[in-house]
Protein backbone atom coordinates (compact mmCIF):
# COMPACT_ATOMS: atom_id res chain seq x y z
CA UNK A 1 0.00 0.00 0.00
CA UNK A 2 1.08 3.44 -0.56
CA UNK A 3 1.16 4.28 3.17
CA UNK A 4 0.86 8.28 3.21
CA UNK A 5 -2.09 8.00 1.65
CA UNK A 6 -4.07 5.07 3.03
CA UNK A 7 -2.79 6.57 6.55
CA UNK A 8 -4.90 9.71 5.41
CA UNK A 9 -7.52 7.84 4.69
CA UNK A 10 -7.54 5.78 7.75
CA UNK A 11 -6.95 9.22 9.60
CA UNK A 12 -9.89 10.56 8.12
CA UNK A 13 -11.92 7.50 9.24
CA UNK A 14 -10.62 7.72 12.52
CA UNK A 15 -11.73 11.29 13.27
CA UNK A 16 -15.07 10.88 11.91
CA UNK A 17 -15.57 8.20 14.62
CA UNK A 18 -14.02 10.19 16.91
CA UNK A 19 -16.86 12.39 16.05
CA UNK A 20 -19.92 10.08 15.75
CA UNK A 21 -18.87 9.00 19.26
CA UNK A 22 -18.58 12.08 20.64
CA UNK A 23 -22.50 13.26 19.20
CA UNK A 24 -23.60 10.11 19.99
CA UNK A 25 -22.41 9.70 23.65
CA UNK A 26 -23.01 13.59 24.52
CA UNK A 27 -26.60 13.33 22.90
CA UNK A 28 -27.11 10.00 24.93
CA UNK A 29 -25.85 11.13 28.29
CA UNK A 30 -28.32 14.30 28.32
CA UNK A 31 -31.46 11.91 27.04
CA UNK A 32 -30.52 9.21 29.17
CA UNK A 33 -30.25 11.08 32.15
CA UNK A 34 -33.68 12.93 31.75
CA UNK A 35 -35.16 9.64 30.91
CA UNK A 36 -34.05 8.26 34.29
CA UNK A 37 -35.54 11.26 35.71
CA UNK A 38 -38.95 10.60 34.35
CA UNK A 39 -38.88 6.89 35.57
CA UNK A 40 -38.38 8.07 38.75
CA UNK A 41 -40.45 10.71 38.86
CA UNK A 42 -44.04 10.76 41.08
CA UNK A 43 -45.51 11.37 37.53
CA UNK A 44 -46.97 8.12 35.55
CA UNK A 45 -47.32 9.27 32.37
CA UNK A 46 -44.02 10.81 32.08
CA UNK A 47 -42.12 7.34 33.84
CA UNK A 48 -44.60 5.06 31.69
CA UNK A 49 -43.15 6.80 28.35
CA UNK A 50 -39.95 6.16 29.68
CA UNK A 51 -40.80 2.91 30.63
CA UNK A 52 -41.83 2.30 27.19
CA UNK A 53 -38.97 4.22 25.16
CA UNK A 54 -35.93 1.82 27.32
CA UNK A 55 -38.38 -1.65 26.49
CA UNK A 56 -38.40 -0.56 22.52
CA UNK A 57 -34.62 0.38 21.72
CA UNK A 58 -32.68 -2.04 23.97
CA UNK A 59 -34.25 -4.71 22.52
CA UNK A 60 -33.46 -3.90 18.91
CA UNK A 61 -30.29 -4.50 17.03
CA UNK A 62 -28.37 -1.19 16.61
CA UNK A 63 -28.22 -1.93 12.69
CA UNK A 64 -31.77 -2.37 12.24
CA UNK A 65 -32.18 1.35 13.70
CA UNK A 66 -29.54 2.45 11.86
CA UNK A 67 -31.01 1.40 8.89
CA UNK A 68 -34.58 2.24 9.64
CA UNK A 69 -32.95 5.87 10.60
CA UNK A 70 -30.93 6.22 7.26
CA UNK A 71 -33.26 4.88 4.83
CA UNK A 72 -36.75 5.40 6.57
CA UNK A 73 -36.27 8.73 7.76
CA UNK A 74 -36.43 10.29 4.17
CA UNK A 75 -39.46 8.11 3.41
CA UNK A 76 -41.49 10.06 6.10
CA UNK A 77 -40.10 13.58 4.70
CA UNK A 78 -37.37 14.22 7.10
CA UNK A 79 -33.96 15.10 5.41
CA UNK A 80 -31.29 14.69 7.32
CA UNK A 81 -27.38 14.45 6.26
CA UNK A 82 -26.24 10.82 6.43
CA UNK A 83 -23.66 11.60 9.53
CA UNK A 84 -26.53 13.10 11.46
CA UNK A 85 -28.71 10.78 11.00
CA UNK A 86 -26.26 8.00 12.61
CA UNK A 87 -25.39 10.11 15.27
CA UNK A 88 -29.28 10.61 16.18
CA UNK A 89 -29.49 7.03 15.99
CA UNK A 90 -27.10 5.75 17.97
CA UNK A 91 -27.51 8.73 20.74
CA UNK A 92 -31.23 7.25 20.39
CA UNK A 93 -30.32 3.82 21.58
CA UNK A 94 -27.52 4.50 23.76
CA UNK A 95 -30.07 6.94 25.46
CA UNK A 96 -31.85 3.81 26.67
CA UNK A 97 -28.71 2.58 27.98
CA UNK A 98 -27.78 5.71 30.23
CA UNK A 99 -31.16 5.66 31.44
CA UNK A 100 -30.90 2.39 33.18
CA UNK A 101 -27.28 3.41 34.33
CA UNK A 102 -28.57 6.62 35.93
CA UNK A 103 -31.62 4.85 37.19
CA UNK A 104 -29.66 2.51 38.85
CA UNK A 105 -27.36 5.15 40.20
CA UNK A 106 -30.30 7.16 41.74
CA UNK A 107 -31.88 4.12 43.40
CA UNK A 108 -28.29 3.80 45.25
CA UNK A 109 -28.23 6.82 47.20
CA UNK A 110 -30.01 6.60 50.74
CA UNK A 111 -33.76 7.10 51.11
CA UNK A 112 -33.22 9.23 53.61
CA UNK A 113 -31.20 12.01 51.49
CA UNK A 114 -34.86 12.42 49.73
CA UNK A 115 -36.86 12.41 52.57
CA UNK A 116 -33.99 15.32 54.47
CA UNK A 117 -34.42 17.15 50.92
CA UNK A 118 -38.42 17.51 51.31
CA UNK A 119 -38.21 18.07 55.17
CA UNK A 120 -35.78 21.09 53.96
CA UNK A 121 -38.58 22.51 51.08
CA UNK A 122 -37.03 21.21 47.84
CA UNK A 123 -38.72 20.21 45.03
CA UNK A 124 -38.47 16.71 43.60
CA UNK A 125 -36.62 18.51 40.71
CA UNK A 126 -34.28 20.28 43.33
CA UNK A 127 -33.83 17.10 45.38
CA UNK A 128 -32.52 15.16 42.67
CA UNK A 129 -30.26 18.18 41.10
CA UNK A 130 -28.86 19.49 44.23
CA UNK A 131 -28.80 16.09 46.50
CA UNK A 132 -29.91 13.10 44.40
CA UNK A 133 -27.72 13.05 41.30
CA UNK A 134 -24.29 15.00 42.70
CA UNK A 135 -24.07 11.41 44.99
CA UNK A 136 -25.48 9.08 41.88
CA UNK A 137 -23.06 10.15 39.74
CA UNK A 138 -19.95 8.79 42.05
CA UNK A 139 -21.58 5.17 41.66
CA UNK A 140 -22.46 5.56 37.42
CA UNK A 141 -18.53 6.14 36.53
CA UNK A 142 -17.83 2.86 35.88
CA UNK A 143 -20.89 2.13 34.03
CA UNK A 144 -20.96 5.54 31.73
CA UNK A 145 -17.40 4.48 31.18
CA UNK A 146 -18.83 0.89 29.67
CA UNK A 147 -21.17 2.39 27.71
CA UNK A 148 -18.90 4.99 26.06
CA UNK A 149 -16.65 2.19 24.90
CA UNK A 150 -19.55 0.40 23.31
CA UNK A 151 -20.68 3.22 21.78
CA UNK A 152 -17.24 4.04 20.11
CA UNK A 153 -17.11 0.28 19.14
CA UNK A 154 -20.72 0.72 17.57
CA UNK A 155 -19.63 3.18 15.44
CA UNK A 156 -18.25 0.29 13.21
CA UNK A 157 -21.70 -0.76 12.29
CA UNK A 158 -22.20 2.87 10.65
CA UNK A 159 -20.32 1.50 7.85
CA UNK A 160 -23.03 -0.95 6.65
CA UNK A 161 -24.71 2.54 5.87
CA UNK A 162 -22.11 4.27 4.17
CA UNK A 163 -21.03 6.69 7.29
CA UNK A 164 -17.74 7.88 6.65
CA UNK A 165 -15.91 6.64 10.24
CA UNK A 166 -12.59 4.04 10.24
CA UNK A 167 -14.63 1.05 9.28
CA UNK A 168 -15.86 2.43 6.49
CA UNK A 169 -12.76 3.98 5.47
CA UNK A 170 -10.89 0.26 5.81
CA UNK A 171 -13.57 -0.74 3.63
CA UNK A 172 -12.70 1.86 1.02
CA UNK A 173 -9.48 0.94 1.11
CA UNK A 174 -10.01 -2.93 0.85
CA UNK A 175 -11.85 -2.43 -1.91
CA UNK A 176 -9.61 -0.18 -3.79
CA UNK A 177 -6.22 -1.98 -3.49
CA UNK A 178 -7.09 -5.43 -2.16
CA UNK A 179 -5.21 -4.81 0.74
CA UNK A 180 -7.83 -5.39 3.64
CA UNK A 181 -6.18 -7.83 5.83
CA UNK A 182 -3.44 -5.03 6.28
CA UNK A 183 -5.80 -2.10 6.75
CA UNK A 184 -8.47 -3.86 9.16
CA UNK A 185 -4.89 -4.49 11.30
CA UNK A 186 -4.29 -0.84 11.69
CA UNK A 187 -7.83 -0.23 12.26
CA UNK A 188 -7.98 -2.79 15.20
CA UNK A 189 -4.52 -1.19 16.70
CA UNK A 190 -6.88 2.55 16.58
CA UNK A 191 -9.70 0.76 18.27
CA UNK A 192 -7.77 -0.65 20.75
CA UNK A 193 -6.17 2.46 21.50
CA UNK A 194 -9.13 4.84 21.79
CA UNK A 195 -10.62 2.24 24.41
CA UNK A 196 -7.81 1.83 26.70
CA UNK A 197 -7.37 5.49 26.37
CA UNK A 198 -10.75 5.53 27.30
CA UNK A 199 -10.92 3.68 30.42
CA UNK A 200 -7.18 5.26 31.29
CA UNK A 201 -9.33 8.26 31.14
CA UNK A 202 -12.30 6.95 33.19
CA UNK A 203 -10.40 4.95 35.75
CA UNK A 204 -8.85 8.53 36.95
CA UNK A 205 -12.04 10.22 36.83
CA UNK A 206 -13.42 7.27 39.06
CA UNK A 207 -10.40 7.79 41.57
CA UNK A 208 -10.86 11.36 42.11
CA UNK A 209 -14.12 10.72 42.72
CA UNK A 210 -13.56 8.29 45.42
CA UNK A 211 -11.07 10.57 46.84
CA UNK A 212 -14.03 13.18 47.03
CA UNK A 213 -16.19 11.02 48.74
Not at 59 to 77: S, T, Y
Not at 107 to 124: D, K, S
Amino acid sequence: MNSITHIGVLLSGLAGTAELSALAFGGALVLGTLLAIFRVSPIPPLAAAATVYVAVFRNVPLLVLLVLFVFGLPEIGLLLPLFASAALCMALYAAALVCEVVRSGIRTVPLGQAEAARALGLTFGQSLRHVILPQAMRSMVPPLGNILIAVVLSTSLAAAVGVAELTNGVQTLSLRYAEGLAAFGIAAVFYVTITLGSSAALSRIERRVRIRR
